[in-house]
């Protein structure tokens, strides 16, 4: 079995550019959501502070009950995109590796690279739509109180 020559294996490098910058847009993708992650944990953390101080009220604990729930839920939401997500990456490297591997050991490995390829938009597209639902309950939970707004309304 003869080896690749260099030309080649420029061209596996070639092909193996664009799966690199899906990495790098995953990986950014990883940044967002990691740090969503952390500010839903540190506010129930705040919360639970606040259920635990026996000054607070049935009307407030209830709140505070139904904002830890929500929480949950944008916990959950988040660590299924953040799962997804890697997943996702971990398939664009063994992409990377099939696209090596199909030159070095001159196998038709074209079946195994689409589906990894699917695999990877398959798996990617299940991290955004976590992603979409976790914004969903979010937005959906910092609706501000009616009471408030109408305390806070200026007066002409």
């Known amino acids: 079995m003869p080896?690749?020559?260099?030309?080649?294996?420029?061209?596996?490098?070639?092909?193996?550019?664009?799966p690199v910058f899906l990495i790098a847009g995953i990986g950014t993708l990883l940044n967002v959501l990691t740090s969503r992650l952390a500010r839903v944990v540190d506010r129930g953390r705040a919360i639970e502070q606040d259920l635990d101080d026996p000054a607070s009220s049935g009307h407030q604990r209830a709140r505070h009950l139904t904002e830890l729930r929500v929480l949950d839920r944008r916990?959950?939401?988040?660590?299924n995109a953040i799962s997804l997500s890697t997943f996702a990456i971990l398939l664009v490297c063994l992409l990377i590796v099939t696209l090596f591997s199909v030159e070095l050991i001159a196998l038709d490995l074209s079946r195994v690279v689409a589906l990894l390829f699917i695999a990877t938009m398959a798996s990617l597209i299940g991290g955004l739509v976590s992603f979409l639902v976790e914004i969903s309950y979010a937005r959906k939970s910092l609706r501000v109180r009616a009471e408030l707004l109408a305390s806070r309304a200026p007066r002409h």
């Open 75 to 79: 916990m959950t939401w988040i660590h």
């Open 3 to 18: 080896l690749a020559s260099s030309h080649d294996i420029a061209q596996i490098i070639q092909l193996s550019i664009a």
